[in-house]
């Protein structure tokens, strides 16, 4: 198991940027890949990075060129660097942590609010 603690949203005027950052409770080297999913109200959860355990990325077609995942093995972090933000970036984002045992088991943090105005 992990836990998952998340940090960084808030309020951002459009154009602005905010960091995300991402603790797992146990070694991110034990963690086969993570990421950042985003939920607005009334749409369902969506992908919109991902990053490996050999750090490999991927992101949704609607943030590339403005969000980068990244993850710094000496702090145990993952983070998420959001530029260029729009209204409807507007969701909780969610850190997702995927652990390899048998198979794929998805964990989950508590989510946090990032809010860009119109």
């Known amino acids: 198991q992990v836990q998952l603690v998340e940090s960084g949203g808030g309020l951002v005027q459009p154009g602005g940027s905010l960091r995300l950052s991402c603790v797992p409770s146990?070694?991110?080297?034990?963690?086969?890949?993570m990421g950042w999913y985003r939920q607005a109200p009334g749409k369902q959860r969506e992908l919109v990075a991902i990053i490996t355990s050999g750090s490999i990325t991927n992101y949704a077609d609607s943030v590339k060129g403005r969000f980068t995942i990244s993850r710094d093995n000496a702090k145990n972090t993952m983070y998420l660097q959001m530029n260029s933000l729009k209204p409807e970036d507007t969701a909780v984002y969610y850190c997702?942590?995927?652990?390899?045992?048998?198979?794929?088991?998805?964990?989950w943090g508590q989510g946090t609010q990032v809010t860009v105005p119109s």
């Open positions: 997702n942590a995927k652990i390899l045992i048998s198979t794929i088991m998805d964990y």
């Open positions: 146990r070694s991110i080297f034990s963690i086969y890949a």
